[in-house]
């Protein structure tokens, strides 16, 4: 039951603004129309009684006008149809049923001037019994002569929803409100939905363009907040991102003169051991430079076709490494057209294949695409990461050391550097062992 209720509540607010509005429409509808048909009820209640009452009035006025010897013949003749039942009585009619309520008794003795008797001979006695309740109207009204003319008038039942026009007037004023309610909820929610959209770009481009500050009130003081979050957030990321810079394009010179003057070391081994340092000193430095272009990039967009470039990074990287090119290949459509940074997402590539090929001795490419998504999974063949290492690696400047150590090179920078430019175009990358052995990188960009 829960999980069916799940499905009938729709997931947009949209849905939801709408289905209650609805709801609401059609609880004012009903309480509006139960009000309608017991007003209906009233009036018709006090019609049909009027029309019984005229009924036994006009047969009474009849007779009253007529011949003594008349009466009954008048009364047989006239006072059986449509369901009447009259007699004349010489006593006191018999109280079968209750009398009308007060307010209807009063109603109906006015309507009695309605009818021209004359005054003289217009009923002074006289009886209102039964009503709705009992499906007729008994009426005893004594003539002048002292006899009682009794008079039995069915009463119609009441319909209150008798109405040819009516189920067509609800049906066209349901759905013409239902129309507008859709309408109105779909143009009032959707800044909600340009706002998320707004955020979804945010995380794609720090860059991105701000969200116009127009509409009513409340959206516009949200979408003026948002553009001052984002206009923080790139100013916090420039900061950060000019430190780095900075502090590594001021080490290259010190750095510079220090390999200088290690050449003038006369101990062999001791000025072969500073310059490897020195050497991986600036390696690291160049890396953090590389980082922070890649942080600040304002490289366009542009529509690339993805199995050309994955094609371009593998022959790169087999060139480079002649010995593991038959171990370099790639798997997918000869054709995948995606928006993308084509360099950054090549440096991106290029370091992710260039680690395969460092620690796994192989770069197996497979290129896959989704109608939402772009997913490119290197593969290669070494001994993978142990579980609680798959994060940690992505942090900067970190290293496992059981492999990845000073010897075998990497300043621990190419995974950050490759989740960070994954991250800019809205996508990410993830690590994880294979089963048969190796370690396996997934690019996932949106389509």
Do not use: C
């Not at 800044?191 to 009513?216: C, I, Q, Y």
């Not at 057209?337 to 001795?361: C, D, E, F, I």
């Amino acid at each position: 039951m829960s999980a069916r209720r799940f499905r009938l509540w729709p997931a947009t607010l949209a849905g939801r603004t709408a289905l209650v509005l609805l709801l609401s429409l059609a609880a004012v509808q009903v309480a509006g129309l139960t009000i309608h048909a017991l007003d209906r009820i009233g009036l018709q209640e006090q019609a049909d009684q009027r029309a019984a009452l005229v009924r036994a009035l006009v047969l009474y006025r009849n007779v009253v006008l007529s011949q003594p010897a008349e009466r009954q013949q008048l009364v047989a003749d006239y006072g059986q149809r449509g369901g009447m039942r009259s007699t004349i009585l010489h006593g006191v009619p018999r109280r079968d049923m209750p009398p009308l309520r007060p307010f209807l008794q009063r109603l109906l003795r006015a309507e009695v001037r309605l009818v021209p008797i004359p005054f003289a001979l217009r009923p002074r006695p006289m009886l209102l019994l039964g009503g709705e309740p009992y499906g007729r109207l008994h009426v005893a009204m004594r003539l002048p002569d002292g006899a009682w003319l009794d008079v039995h008038v069915p009463l119609p039942p009441l319909r209150p929803w008798d109405s040819p026009t009516f189920l067509v007037a609800f049906l066209l004023m349901t759905a013409a409100a239902a129309v507008l309610i859709l309408w109105a909820t779909r143009r009032l929610i959707r800044p909600v939905g340009l706002l998320a959209a707004a955020a979804e770009r945010l995380g794609r481009d720090v860059n991105a363009e701000p969200l116009p500050e127009t509409g009513p009130l409340e959206l516009a003081q949200a979408a003026h907040a948002f553009n001052t979050m984002a206009a923080r957030i790139r100013r916090f990321v420039a900061d950060r991102t000019f430190l780095l810079t900075a502090i590594g394009h001021d080490l290259k010179t010190p750095i510079t003169r220090l390999q200088l003057r290690a050449e003038f070391i006369e101990d062999e081994e001791l000025r072969a051991r500073m310059q490897a340092d020195l050497d991986e000193l600036l390696a690291m430095v160049r890396s953090t430079l590389e980082f922070g272009r890649d942080v600040a990039t304002d490289e366009p967009l542009s529509q690339v076709d993805l199995a050309s470039l994955v094609r371009t990074v593998a022959d790169e990287a087999a060139d480079l490494r002649p010995d593991l090119a038959p171990r370099v290949d790639v798997t997918g459509p000869e054709h995948l057209t995606a928006a993308v940074r084509p360099m950054a997402l090549k440096r991106a590539l290029a370091n992710l294949v260039g680690n395969a090929l460092k620690y796994g001795a192989a770069a197996h490419i497979a290129l896959a695409a989704t109608p939402r998504t772009v997913t490119i999974a290197i593969e290669d063949e070494g001994a993978g990461l142990p579980p609680e290492e798959i994060e940690r690696v992505f942090q900067p400047f970190y290293r496992v050391e059981t492999s990845r150590n000073r010897e075998t090179g990497g300043t621990g920078l190419g995974l950050s550097i490759a989740r960070n430019i994954a991250r800019a175009h809205g996508g990410d990358v993830t690590l994880a062992s294979r089963p048969g052995g190796g370690l396996r990188a997934t690019i996932t960009l949106p389509q």
